[in-house]
């Protein structure tokens, strides 16, 4: 062997053991990754409101259903609950990538799916079952919408977003026209639920009228002998509908289809568990939600035969073709189809 021959062995050994090295932590990281990627199965992040609307996930988390058809699907979930309000801070939520799983009216769904429309493409993944909505009022000259003033305030979860809004504007449009249909935003201000209801109750505030969900309405109509109901979301809509859903990105939905599943698998027993068994139903909202409530109350809520506990959205398309009208969406959806993704629990929704 020449001297130039062991010269260039011995200078290129070092190197190649590097490149060995090298190659090896490549593999490492790649390895690593995948293992990442594999584990992203396991999480999700759920944002709910304030309401018994929202029941269906008390008893998903008090009950630990998701974590439960996870294992069904092989997968173990991690599950993160988040509380906020109105449906503009859950929209945000949802586009920053803070949270999987928004939980708010169909109005903010339906701002939500016409913005992301070609992008992220945010579409409804169940329904959280029928509820009615009251607009309740404790101002004794208030015996309809028309009779608000610029004295009264309305307490709404967001001002021109939220599903309360938009009914509200749905029934103003009905009484004076579609040119008038924000005629009331000027009077509303956005208060979450729990404070809503207790300006109601006690009185004596700018706040008059609250257009609210269960509990808060009941309680408002119990605790205020001059409360009464103005507006009944379901006479508004044309019957039963389902006001509040959840909804995620369609990449959230396709990267996750054992997490998805598990999900919508304990959407479903949770809203069989509440019908079978409203009595421990009424004791898991108190527990999870830690709400100060008469259980009697909350018992007449759940039981109310206008209340319907299911995941297939109903009637969600008067309040889509009534967006579009008014020019609040650009595009106006053929069908429920169109912002709901296409699931087994959704090919009846409308």
Known sequence: MSHSSRTYRSHHAPRRRWLGVVLCVAAIVVSLLSAQTARAEGKIRIAEQFGIVYLLLNVAQDQKLIEKHGKKNGVDVDVEWLKLSGGSAVNDALLSGSIDIAGAGVGPLLTIWDRTLGKQNVKGIASLGNFPYYLVTNNPAVKSIADFTDKDRIAVPAVGVSVQSRILQLASAKLWGDKEFARLDKFSVAVPHPDAAAAIIKGGTEI???????????????????????????????????????????????????????????????????????????????????????????????????????????????????????????????????????????????
């Open 208 to 350: 008059t009228g609250h257009f609210g969900n269960p509990p808060f309405q009941e309680q408002e109509l119990a605790g205020n002998p001059n409360a009464r109901i103005v507006l009944n979301s379901y006479q508004v809509l044309g019957g039963p509908a389902s006001a509040t859903v959840l909804y995620a990105t369609e990449k959230f939905r396709n990267d996750n289809p054992k997490t998805y599943k598990a999900f919508v698998d304990a959407l479903a027993e949770a809203a069989q568990f509440i019908t079978k068994n409203p009595e421990k139903a009424a004791d898991i909202y108190i527990k999870v939600s830690n709400a100060n409530i008469d259980r009697n109350l909350l018992r007449k809520i759940i039981k109310n035969p206008e209340v319907q506990f299911k995941i297939t959205p109903q009637n969600t398309y008067t309040l889509a073709e009534f967006m579009h009208r008014i020019g609040a969406i650009k595009n106006k959806p053929a069908s429920a189809k169109d912002y709901f993704f296409d699931d087994a629990h959704n090919v009846a929704g409308n």
